[in-house]
């Protein structure tokens, strides 16, 4: 059985996400705000930051978890399939429902859950899977939302430019002056809660329609997820805390960042945004079940 102070822990993770969502939606509901300009600054200057200070502060040897990268790299493409073959089924737009499928919450979700369930070694882990996503999804998810940006422009963009560089400097075991990475740090952390404040905005702006699209999208991200996931362990090898890693990967929620993008995009944003808030809610029930289950 799962301890009871460790569920306490889950919760404890997850619940300043809500706090800062509900607080965007309280403020989107009594100011007409456009966050439009915050979210792109988000994207250009803050996550950039965020990305830069994980990779550039960690030791990693991606060698030895060169099978977490090729494993995280088939669950999202194979949960990109399940979601366009979902969003064929329903009607919904697969701009809406492939992306909050294949790109989960690896980062803000993934790391503390990793690093807290499994150890540093955990933490390494998924910090290789979150560099897998963040180069995916700025490649094939940029595309998918806009056909007329090019696959390779990814590489000039300030959030790849930002996790080559930190792991750069990783490999290189170069010691950042402190004041500057200090600064870089400052900057990250307002990614996050500028992140969830503008989902909350978001939120406030849709409709009840959006918010079935919503649980739907909910429900169809983890549970692609754990599939492949067990399924990938079993084809792999992996076994013991290995698989149960690669299982808490797949069922971690829709990413934050995609309702970034389909504000960015004019993707239906206030379908994204439902998603996302609607699996981030259900995985306070869905994280703790399925750690009871792996560890």
Same mark, same amino acid.
């Given at each position: 059985?799962?301890?009871?102070?460790? %569920?306490?822990?889950?919760?404890?993770?997850?619940?300043?996400?809500?706090?800062?969502?509900?607080? *965007?939606?309280?403020?989107?509901?009594?100011?007409? #705000?456009? %966050?439009?300009?915050?979210?792109?600054?988000?994207?250009?200057?803050?996550?950039?930051?965020?990305?830069?200070?994980?990779l550039a502060d960690k030791s990693f040897d991606l060698v030895g978890h060169q099978?977490?990268?090729?494993?995280?790299?088939?669950?999202?493409?194979?949960? +990109?399939?399940?979601?366009?073959?979902?969003?064929?089924?329903?009607?919904?737009?697969?701009?809406?429902?492939?992306?909050?499928?294949?790109?989960?919450?690896?980062?803000?979700?993934?790391?503390?859950?990793?690093?807290?369930?499994?150890?540093?070694? +955990?933490?390494?882990?998924?910090?290789?899977?979150?560099?897998?996503?963040?180069?995916?999804?700025?490649?094939? =998810?940029?595309?998918?939302?806009?056909?007329?940006?090019?696959?390779?422009?990814?590489?000039?963009?300030?959030?790849?430019?930002?996790?080559?560089?930190?792991?750069?400097?990783?490999?290189?075991?170069?010691?950042?002056?402190?004041?500057?990475?200090?600064?870089?740090?400052?900057?990250?952390?307002?990614?996050?809660?500028?992140?969830?404040?503008?989902? *909350?905005?978001?939120?406030?702006?849709?409709?009840?329609?959006?918010?079935?699209?919503g649980f739907l999208g909910a429900v169809v991200r983890p549970l692609a997820g754990?599939?492949?996931?067990?399924?990938?362990?079993?084809?792999? +090898?992996?076994? =013991?805390?290995?698989?149960?890693?690669?299982?808490?990967?797949?069922?971690?929620?829709?990413?934050?960042?995609?309702? #970034?993008?389909?504000?960015?995009?004019?993707?239906?944003?206030?379908?994204?945004?439902?998603?996302?808030?609607? +699996?981030?809610?259900?995985?306070?029930?869905?994280?703790?079940?399925?750690?009871?289950?792996?560890?």
């Open positions: 059985m799962i301890d009871p102070a460790f %569920m306490l822990r889950i919760i404890q993770i997850v619940f300043p996400v809500f706090v800062i969502v509900l607080l *965007g939606w309280f403020y989107g509901r009594y100011r007409a #705000v456009d %966050m439009a300009a915050p979210n792109q600054t988000n994207m250009d200057i803050f996550i950039p930051a965020l990305v830069f200070s994980a099978v977490f990268a090729l494993a995280a790299f088939l669950i999202m493409v194979g949960s +990109g399939l399940i979601g366009w073959g979902v969003a064929k089924l329903t009607g919904i737009s697969h701009k809406v429902l492939v992306p909050t499928t294949m790109f989960n919450n690896c980062g803000n979700l993934g790391l503390p859950l990793a690093f807290l369930a499994f150890g540093q070694e +955990g933490l390494a882990a998924m910090v290789v899977m979150f560099l897998i996503s963040n180069l995916l999804h700025f490649s094939f =998810g940029n595309w998918l939302l806009d056909h007329h940006a090019k696959w390779w422009d990814a590489w000039r963009h300030p959030v790849i430019l930002a996790a080559l560089a930190g792991l750069g400097v990783s490999l290189s075991g170069l010691d950042l002056w402190g004041p500057l990475q200090l600064a870089i740090k400052m900057l990250g952390d307002v990614s996050i809660p500028l992140a969830l404040l503008a989902l *909350g905005v978001r939120i406030a702006q849709s409709h009840a329609k959006s918010m079935n699209t754990i599939l492949l996931a067990w399924m990938l362990s079993i084809l792999l +090898g992996l076994e =013991g805390q290995d698989q149960a890693m690669l299982i808490l990967f797949g069922a971690l929620p829709p990413a934050v960042i995609n309702y #970034v993008f389909a504000e960015r995009y004019e993707q239906s944003p206030d379908k994204v945004a439902a998603i996302v808030l609607t +699996g981030n809610i259900a995985a306070i029930v869905i994280i703790p079940v399925v750690l009871a289950i792996v560890l």
